[in-house]
């Protein structure tokens, strides 16, 4: 019963937090524009959140291995109930990057170590479990902001800055109440995490491959925020009704493909269902580029669900690779891999794509996704040791 109220305080929380997130995500560049009068600063606002996000990710990792997870759940939600509060008050735009700032260090745990004690609490379901999470965080961040585009003459001034704000004080609460660590906090004990075992997992062929296939899928995600709606635009004449559509099908295909994968991976094995995203993010990325209209969001929508499908499985494989004192830190350098795509893939892409009038660009990026597919085939990952201690079930 506790495992059951556990997964759903988790649930809830990170779908009525990233509801908030959907609100207020489309007012700060507004909010920007408004005190500076210039777009220059605009897009340092994703700066702002992403350099405390990535950097934070594998030390929190740490810790939470060290210190038990539901503490630094419970810490991310009220910073960035903080944030929400320095939003509504903010007059300079140094307050408005400061709050990002704050975004950036709350957000960094929600990701890595709700999987984390996920994997933990349902070891023989992570797939399921932790693919469930994920699609309620993506969910949420949809609604919230198709929410906030229909309200948009009713919610005016601070009303979604508030809003945001209380779904951090509520997901603060809804993780202290409701969420059990199965591991004892606050003991101060030292994990079997020390640089000879961290060198250990960082030599293991199979992880290292995983961890190329997250990289190219941070840029995958991180291109279909940035650079793909611009290619759009330009390229193929979409109106921002069409684009609004694009990421409609984004939200929706990683949501729903993670929540068919993750059981299906818990059955026939993670390596496999990863490879299959990977094919399919490679065909989506591939086809698309030579339609026109309509004839492109079948294509696009097939990559976001690689994506997706990529996504549970590669970060349920970690988990099932390294002992449960390493859940933590293995999901944190996730999300740092997932960072360093995130962030250096559009930019690539952007300069390639110029030079190339987009078109080359996305099929280079599919011919990376291939190449991946085929080497994790070729890896095979049959079942090993990492030497911590277990046998890894590499599935």
Known sequence: MEK??????LNLSVFLFMFGVGLIVPLLPQKIITLTGSLKTVGYLASAFAVPFVLLQFPIGRLSDRYGCRRFLVAGYLICSASGL???????????????LLQGIGEAPLWALAPALLSMLYPAAKGKVIGAYNASLHLGLTLGSGFGILMAGVLVKNEPFVLFALSGL?????????????RAEGSGVETALDTGGLKKIL?????????????????????SLT??????I??????QAQIGGFFTLFYIGISLSQIITGPVSDR??????????????TAGLGMFPGRDGWGIYPWLFLASCGLGVFCVSALSWLNNAVADSLKGTISGAFYLFWGIGFFTGPAA????????????????????????ALVQWGLGYGSGKIGLGRKSDFD
């Open 4 to 9: 059951r109220i556990s997964i759903i305080g």
């Open 86 to 100: 320095i939003y509504c008050v903010s007059n300079t735009q140094e307050m408005i990057f400061f709050g990002r």
């Open 170 to 182: 509520l997901g603060a609460f809804l993780i202290f109440v409701t969420v059990k660590d199965p």
């Open 203 to 223: 030599a293991y062929p199979g992880i290292l491959a995983v961890f190329s296939g997250i990289i190219l899928y941070g840029a995958g995600y991180g291109i």
């Open 227 to 232: 650079v793909l709606p611009g290619f759009l």
């Open 234 to 239: 330009q390229e193929k004449g979409f109106t």
């Open 268 to 281: 026939h094995g993670r390596t496999k269902t990863m490879i299959l995203g990977l094919f399919m993010i």
């Open 349 to 372: 892409l952007g300069m390639f794509g110029k030079a190339a009038r987009g078109f080359t660009g996305f099929h280079v990026l599919a011919m990376l996704f291939l190449l991946q």
